[in-house]
């Protein structure tokens, strides 16, 4: 717990005087649009004005452009800022943590698939800007019958530097003994019914969280807490941590990682400590995932 304590307060410094980003935004447009011709090219830019034949467009290497609609076959707008001349990608996996979620929801029509630990694929998609569809199920080597889990999630607050979520992962949990008196769905299930909120920006942020787990029929009396946070120190990583303090529980759990991301594409590498305990030999957890996005661009 002493541990914990002193990770929580070294984990506050660190997240109230941010890494600076040196690095200013172009004041030209806080909006850039990739146009893909008919011929395949591509640009990218802001829009500068457009009617029902022209689009007038300003590339980031700063030529005008005045392009008929009819050789248009999709314009898309980019997911990021314009930094010094360069797109900087939003985080493409900004609804999670390492395995907690964030406060923040997809949107409309946005989606990810994702790996975790190599065995525990996971899928989402945003049915509307507020509510979130998720689920999966484990694909260990050699077992008769795997894990099966849910995870839907609303989003009620979207605000400029604040989100607000609540959510349930359910896990269904297959029956080792094949024992019909146990095959029970109230014993064979558990899971956690949670909120969590996310303050920050693409930069840095922090999110605090707690949660209820249950299982064979009852519900924890006390709540799991979990803090986290997100630092960005250049165009395409990210620290992340991720820690659970566990109520009546020696061992809490601690975490740091990197995230490396494009687009579209994020790939976190992080170690988990159980703080209190007393593990034997390499006393780290690695922790690997892939997130692949897809769907609407905003």
């Not at 005008?64 to 980019?78: A, W």
């Not at 820690?243 to 061992?251: M, R, T, Y």
Request: hydrophobic share 45%; glycine share 10%; no cysteine.
């Amino acid at each position: 717990m002493k541990n914990f304590l002193r990770f929580l307060l070294l984990f506050s410094v660190l997240f109230a005087f941010p890494l600076p980003i040196h690095a200013q935004s172009d004041p030209a447009s806080d909006s850039f649009w990739e146009i893909e011709l008919n011929d395949g090219s591509k640009v990218v830019g802001a829009i500068i004005s457009e009617d029902v034949n022209f689009i007038q467009f300003k590339t980031l290497s700063g030529m005008d452009m005045k392009i008929p609609r009819e050789q248009i076959k999709k314009i898309e707008l980019v997911k990021g800022k314009m930094i010094s001349g360069t797109i900087w990608w939003d985080d493409p996996n900004r609804t999670r943590l390492l395995f907690s979620p964030t406060g923040r929801g997809l949107k409309a029509k946005q989606g990810y698939f994702a790996v975790y630990e190599i065995f525990l694929p996971f899928v989402a998609y945003g049915i509307t800007d507020w509510l979130t569809i998720a689920g999966g199920f484990s694909l260990f080597p050699g077992a008769s019958s795997q894990l099966l889990y849910l995870a839907p999630k609303i989003t009620p607050v979207r605000l400029e530097k604040l989100d607000l979520s609540g959510g349930v992962l359910y896990i269904k949990i297959p029956d080792l003994e094949d024992d019909e008196e146990n095959s029970d769905d109230e014993v064979n299930s558990a899971g956690i019914l949670y909120g969590v909120s996310t303050y920050g920006t693409e930069k840095a942020a922090l999110t605090v969280g707690l949660g209820f787990a249950f299982g064979g029929g009852e519900i924890a009396k006390k709540p799991v807490f979990v803090l986290g946070g997100e630092l960005r120190t250049s165009r395409s990583i990210k620290l992340i941590t991720e820690n659970w303090l566990i109520p009546d529980s020696d061992v809490q759990l601690l975490s740091a990682g990197i995230r490396f991301f494009g687009e579209n594409l994020a790939v976190d590498f992080a170690f988990f400590y159980p703080a209190g305990g007393d593990p034997e030999g390499f006393p780290f957890l690695p922790w690997l995932g892939f997130v692949y996005n897809f769907g609407a661009k905003k």
